[in-house]
């Protein structure tokens, strides 16, 4: 079964980001660059920070080949 979700080492890495970041509402945890909640957002495979400070996981995408 393909699980579109990171791991705990990667969604951890990408909170150590977000929580370092300017952008970041320190009490809702929400992005101004995205309007995402992080804690939520950083869990799945296929989301990026828009400023490109991580990427996707793309170990855990499907690539289409039409
Ligand atoms: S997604 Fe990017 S811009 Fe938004 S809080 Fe995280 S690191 Fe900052």
């Given at each position: 079964m393909l699980n579109y979700t990171v791991t705990d080492d990667k969604y951890n890495e990408r909170m150590d980001i977000c929580n370092g970041c300017?952008?970041?509402?320190?009490?809702?945890?929400?992005?101004?660059?995205?309007?995402?909640i992080m804690p939520v957002k950083a869990k799945f495979a296929h989301f990026y920070c828009p400023i490109n400070k991580w990427g996707r996981d793309t170990t855990k995408l499907i690539v289409r080949s039409d």
């Open positions: 300017e952008h970041l509402s320190e009490t809702i945890k929400m992005c101004d660059k995205c309007n995402c």
